[in-house]
């Protein structure tokens, strides 16, 4: 189903329910290899603020 667009009416979706409970502002968290989720959220007009380190279980940090 990749590439359908079901992705994107969702986040559209979560935006217009957002904006209908009266949000100012919507954040999303995901992992740096995600790529795809990003290009997406970037098309749907969300800004990339910074990254950040994850600690682990095993006291290392993911990004």
Do not use: C, K
Request: proline residues 2%; hydrophobic residues 45%; charged residues 20%.
């Amino acid at each position: 189903m990749q590439g359908a667009g079901t992705g994107e009416a969702l986040v559209r979706a979560a935006i217009d329910e957002a904006r209908a409970w009266g949000v100012s502002a919507v954040v999303l968290d995901t992992g740096s290899l995600n790529e795809r989720a990003q290009r997406l959220y970037l098309r749907a007009g969300f800004h990339r603020l910074q990254d950040r380190a994850i600690p682990t279980a095993a006291g290392s940090s993911a990004r």
